[in-house]
């Protein structure tokens, strides 16, 4: 273990009474010489502070400070994001700085905030260093350094209206979803972007054991040092269990374990009863293979199914004590969410699930009381796929896919599989296949390096869709079932826009060329609108400018009021048919259910809120009241809040604004111009008022500042001012719960 430089493992060896905590005394002298070269050669300082690394963090470290551009590739749980954060804190102390640390889904963002407070508190550097989730609504404090963890969206956002900040370093953690259709179009055209306003910056890419990491360094254009860190380095064994069931014998199941080159017996499993459904199989196999002990993942295909597998470990189980802190847990669910939410039930016996629709708050705690063993079994979707750390002693698997009727691949597979094993926790962790001969892509033993591919090589592969997309004058039905084309269709006629001398010569660009030319010459709208909205055609951009001009005699009606106004519900009602018709598609007869659900987010409404008034409005409806369940009402508002009013009507509204500013500007009503509400930063986070945002930018939940919002009257306050109101206030007087006093608590 020495050798191989796992300190984690040697850790738990003698936590565990395996080794006796003086084990090196009985080393032979070379040993011990060899245990000290090692132990120099893989350790560092930071701040004064010795740092033990293993081989492949010593490599990325030697990298960082050898090369300005870096491809690290490693299996999860080699300790990518560890030694990502000490380089990170290294930049830091160096003096003030701002970077940016990219990550692929909000679920992330909160993960390594978390992260890197901690770690800047044990180095006490609090004072020096601002860690921001919200793109910045003042301007920024030059004598500090700061921390920006964004998705590529809030990126987005940030480079707009912040290109005179100097960035010094990108991190872009799982940077192989570079893949990921439009979202994957968009990450590349951010770093190309970022790259180009700052182009000394440092670029640090993180994915999984990938065969060509050098990819990566590709779409970074600069003159720095480029070098790339591949490792197979494991700190956790992983032992791949299949699950068969023994002919005749409905209640007895085989267990194999299976390596490259052979499968072994290893015993039976004899079931307490007889599977009779799918989701059967999986709870009783789960919890007959664990005996009840912590540390149980079981991975379904969808947030109904984490549900319904939920209540049946629930019926099957025999009820225990449970700790104060899941009491306080299911106290929150039942107010923040509803109180008959099935989670609030099942936690009862230790059991929760996890989906990424989730309120924030609540998730990060499920996760952190399964970390410590108080929540035996999590049952979770394809959330764990996007990055999120929730290391376990076994997952358990049958038919995996990822969304509907999509099969996990061998990538998808040993990337949810490395999650079985906690380094420092477990030698090993156990992946249990049930039924894995009738799976439609089986488990491999042979772990297969994954092959990055960039979404926009993929576009190109398949160019003539694209380029008939555009011929067609991208219709908004096929731009949302192919989201793809419409943010591919952007992203070239930017480049396009940005230099004509320097586009591409390929023969596929050779065809795009001319068609993007007569584009061109039909677009009306400055090119910074469409460099602000990269996601829209600018086709459908143009249609809306025409739009306006049409109905330039009615113009005050078409602004947007604020979601507060007395006649909200009706304006909303209409704005989204405008943009329904113009720049989107949407489903008219869904106008003003999504009006209503935009203005009550928007206006800081909880979302138990949202969920009761939903619900009774459905039980009203004869149509529906059979149907639409509470618990498919639940998951259907976390769904639309994520899926519509955060992302798609977030970015929509955001357009039609541009587009409406610059209309208004032309034709010199600047009367007009302070009345429009600035809506996306209001529909992201779910509130529209000053002090909310600031809040929110400090590193609260959604969920603890609407519980402030009731000690608050001032609704202007800044980041600094709001700080300094939560710093003044005695926070156990205050009657919130205490996971809402330590979501407060990590910020100060």
């Not at 500013?661 to 032309?666: G, H, K, M, T, V």
């Not at 009503?669 to 930018?697: A, C, M």
């Given at each position: ?135 910045p ?64 910056i ?8 990938t ?23 494991l ?73 319904k ?6 019926d ?15 106290t ?6 509803h ?63 990822r ?16 999650r ?131 109905n ?73 009241n ?26 929509d ?6 587009i409406l ?46 519980v ?41």
């Open positions: 273990m020495d050798n191989l430089t796992n300190k984690l493992a040697i850790k738990m060896a003698i936590h565990k009474e395996y080794l006796n905590s003086n084990y090196e005394e009985n080393y032979p002298i070379t040993f011990k010489l060899q245990k000290i070269r090692s132990d120099f050669e893989n350790s560092i300082f930071i701040k004064d502070k010795l740092i033990f690394l293993n081989r492949f963090q010593k490599q990325v470290y030697e990298a960082h400070k050898k090369n300005e551009i870096i491809s690290i590739s490693a299996p999860t749980s080699a300790g990518k994001s560890f030694v990502l954060c000490n380089v990170l804190l290294e930049e830091l102390i160096e003096g003030n700085k701002n970077i940016i640390y990219l990550v692929p889904t909000r679920a992330l963002i909160s993960q390594v905030e978390l992260d890197l407070r901690s770690l800047i508190k044990a180095n006490q550097l609090e004072e020096n260093i601002n860690i921001s989730t919200v793109p609504q003042e301007e920024i404090e030059i004598n500090k350094s700061n921390v920006f963890i964004f998705t590529q969206e809030r990126l987005h956002w940030f480079l707009i209206e912040n290109k005179s900040i100097s960035l010094h370093l990108l991190i872009i953690d799982e940077a192989h979803k570079i893949e990921d259709k439009n979202r994957g179009i968009l990450l590349q055209q951010k770093l190309e972007e970022t790259v180009r306003y700052n182009p000394k440092k670029v640090y890419f993180s994915s999984p054991y065969s060509n990491p050098e990819i990566l360094l590709e779409n970074v254009l600069s003159d720095g040092k480029k070098n790339i860190v591949n490792t197979q380095f700190a956790v064994n992983q032992n791949l269990i299949y699950a068969t069931q023994i002919p005749r014998k409905l209640k007895e199941w085989q267990l194999t374990i299976c390596t490259t080159d052979k499968t072994l017996p290893i015993g039976k499993l004899i079931l307490e009863h007889i599977p009779s459904t799918e989701l059967h199989k999986i709870v009783l196999l789960s919890e007959r293979f664990s005996d009840q002990d912590s540390g149980n993942l079981i991975y379904c295909n969808g947030a109904a199914d984490a549900e597998i939920s209540l049946l470990l629930f099957l189980l025999e009820q225990s004590s449970i700790s104060s802190e899941i009491t306080e847990l299911i929150l669910v039942k107010e923040a969410i109180p008959n939410y099935a989670l609030a039930t099942v936690l009862q016996k230790g059991i929760a699930f996890h989906y990424g629709n989730m309120p924030l708050l609540i998730r990060q705690e499920i996760e952190r009381l399964f970390s410590n063993g108080n929540i035996k079994y999590l049952v979770c979707t394809s959330t764990l796929l996007e990055g999120v750390n929730l290391p376990a002693k076994s997952i358990f698997m049958k038919k995996p896919t969304g509907k009727n999509n099969p996990l691949n061998e990538n998808d597979f040993w990337n949810l599989a490395g079985a094993g906690r380094w420092g926790k477990e030698f090993s962790g156990n992946i249990i296949c049930i039924e894995p001969d009738s799976w439609k892509i089986e488990p491999n033993p042979n772990k297969s390096k994954q092959i990055i591919k960039r979404a926009l090589n993929i576009v190109e592969e398949n160019g003539e869709e694209l380029l008939n997309f555009i011929s067609d004058k991208a219709p908004r039905k096929d731009a949302n079932s192919r989201q793809d084309l419409e943010v591919a269709f952007g992203y070239y006629y930017i480049k396009y826009i940005l230099n004509k001398e320097t586009f591409p010569q390929t023969s596929f660009h050779e065809k795009l060329l001319p068609k993007l030319q007569y584009i061109s010459s039909t677009i009306e709208l400055p090119s910074y609108i469409i460099k602000r909205n990269p996601g829209i055609s600018p086709i459908a951009q143009q249609s809306l400018l025409d739009y306006f001009k049409s330039i005699d009615r113009i005050e009606e078409v602004i947007p009021v604020y979601p507060n106004d007395v006649n909200a519900l009706e304006e909303y009602t209409r704005l989204i048919g405008r943009i329904g018709k113009t720049i989107s598609e949407y489903p008219k007869q869904l106008n003003q259910s999504r009006a209503l659900l935009v203005i009550n987010w928007m206006t800081g409404k909880p979302l138990s809120y949202l969920i009761k008034k939903s619900y009774e409005s459905y039980q009203k409806n004869p149509k529906y059979k149907t639409k369940t509470l618990p498919v009402v639940i998951r259907e508002v976390m769904d639309n809040i994520e899926k519509f009013v955060r992302f798609k009507f977030a970015k509204s955001s357009c039609y604004i541009d500013r610059y209309f208004l500007e032309i034709n010199k009503r600047y009367d007009l111009l302070e009345n429009i509400p600035q809506l996306n930063l209001w529909l992201e986070f779910g509130v529209s008022q000053k002090t909310h945002l600031s809040l929110l930018s400090l590193g609260l939940s959604r969920n603890t500042v609407i402030l919002t009731d000690y608050i009257v001032n609704t202007q306050m800044s980041k600094n001012e709001s700080l300094d109101w939560i710093k003044r206030q005695d926070l156990d007087q205050l009657d919130i719960s205490s996971i809402i006093i330590e979501d407060i608590k990590k910020i100060l």
